[in-house]
T-cell receptor, first 114, second 111 residues
Framework: ETGVTQTPRHLVMGMTNKKSLKCEQH?????MYWYKQSAKKPLELMFV???????ENNSVPSRFSPECPNSSHLFLHLHTLQPEDSALYLC?????????????FGPGTRLTVL | DQQVKQNSPSLSVQEGRISILNCDYT??????FLWYKKYPAEGPTFLIS?????DKNEDGRFTVFLNKSAKHLSLHIVPSPPGDSAVYFC??????????FGTGTLLAVQP
């Protein structure tokens, strides 16, 4: 596997379910990101992790809980979501050192909350 | 407050012609601008970037122009095959490496 992978690609869940999204990057990067893309809206940054430490939480509701066990893996734990949380969730990574700034994205998880 | 704006939701061009995608921004602190392309059911793919201290950057079929005084940038794609049909996003990078994205422009290249 190369690049940034995300699983599952599609997820349908009820409002009382608990599920997790997984992201893995094979690029040797040290920063990872979660974004949300809703219809007709810009990509919204949710969380940033640098060297496994969370450095940004963009006022995301607590029903979204990120976890970064190492620089290659990032999870987004979901519980008691609302229908308006239905969106495409994208993971990205970048190399924060050496002036790197380009973010490389995974294919996304299409989430539907019923 | 949208710091990055792509005012054209869609653009249609003929195959083989030039595609010009536009982007405006309000944040003077952006130090880099990036363009991404996104096909349905895929994540955005990085295309090209430009530093705020430059006014032009070229990479193959892609050229990005930056007009700092107008806070405007554009992406030129020459030529445009049908495979270039996708949504194109521009993004500005702030001091903390945070990317702020526009809403995207859907480019349709007609055969």
């Amino acid at each position: 596997e190369t690049g940034v992978t995300q699983t599952p690609r599609h997820l349908v869940m009820g409002m009382t379910n608990k599920k997790s999204l997984k992201c893995e990057q094979h690029l040797g990067h040290n920063a990872m990101y979660w974004y949300k893309q809703s219809a007709k809206k810009p990509l919204e940054l949710m969380f940033v992790y640098n060297f496994k430490e969370q450095t940004e939480n963009n006022s995301v509701p607590s029903r979204f809980s990120p976890e970064c066990p190492n620089s290659s893996h990032l999870f987004l734990h979901l519980h008691t979501l609302q229908p308006e949380d239905s969106a495409l969730y994208l993971c990205a990574s970048s190399q924060r050192t050496s002036g790197g700034y380009t973010q490389y994205f995974g294919p996304g998880t299409r989430l539907t909350v019923l | 407050d949208q710091q990055v704006k792509q005012n054209s939701p869609s653009l249609s061009v003929q195959e083989g012609r030039i595609s010009i995608l536009n982007c405006d921004y309000t944040n003077s602190m952006f130090d880099y601008f990036l363009w991404y392309k996104k096909y349905p059911a895929e994540g955005p793919t990085f295309l090209i970037s430009i530093s705020s201290i430059k006014d032009k950057n070229e990479d193959g079929r892609f050229t990005v122009f930056l007009n700092k005084s107008a806070k405007h940038l554009s992406l030129h794609i020459v030529p445009s095959p049908p495979g270039d049909s996708a949504v194109y996003f521009c993004a500005g990078k702030g001091a903390t490496n945070k990317l702020i994205f526009g809403t995207g422009t859907l480019l349709a290249v007609q055969p």
